[in-house]
């Protein structure tokens, strides 16, 4: 009988073996980095074209402010004073022409609430808005809350707020036992969508 010893101080390694696996290993490593090397690349690119967005946007809002404060230079020359006010009182006048009264009481006719009624009515303009002050008179101040909510869900008024309220008993010829301001940005050229459980009633607004 014949027998092989390996007198070795090393056990016998398939060489071929080893180094295939660890060039498998080093090879995905290798197109691991070269994947995430791509994605730094591109992402410092988008970054590099973001910034030079965002610096030529600067300089255009920075030529503009220049701009428009030489205007507002020019503008405030006590030779030029008279010619800025009568411009904005001329604004004043074409945003007020965008009111139309019947419009306004019709939605509010809409959007008013039974035992509420418009005692008065101002327009005026606001932070380059058409704001509608009303004065109003009820029975209670649940249907000044009420119209509020109305013309928060409509498109034609915006912010509505109540600034007064004032109750008591009224007087000769009063009918009114409560009196409310509220105060509503107005939206013109907006057709109004009332809400679905507001009906018209032959006490609302007048």
Known sequence: MRLNINLASQPYEDAKRFIAIWASVVGALLL?????????????????????????????????????????AILNQPDNRDVREKSESLNTLIRRK??????????????????????????RIAEDKIMV???????????????????????????????VESDGTPGAGQTDIMRAQVTA??????????????????????
Request: hydrophobic fraction near 35%.
């Open 32 to 72: 691991l980095l070269i994947a995430l090397s791509i994605g730094v690349y591109k992402h410092w690119r988008d970054y590099r074209q973001m910034s030079g967005n965002i610096a030529r946007e600067r300089l255009v809002l920075q030529d503009f402010e220049q701009k428009q404060q030489q205007g507002l």
């Open 98 to 123: 965008q009111v139309s009264w019947t419009k306004i009481f019709t939605d509010l006719e809409q959007l008013m609430p039974a035992h509420l009624r418009v005692l008065a009515i101002e327009p």
């Open 133 to 163: 002050q009303m004065e109003l008179g009820g029975d209670s101040r649940d249907r000044v809350a009420q119209l509020v909510r109305h013309m928060e869900k409509s498109n034609v008024f915006r912010d509505a707020i109540v600034r």
């Open 185 to 206: 940005e107005y939206v013109p050229g907006e057709s109004l969508t009332p809400p679905e459980s507001q009906k018209s009633s032959p006490e609302g607004g007048q």
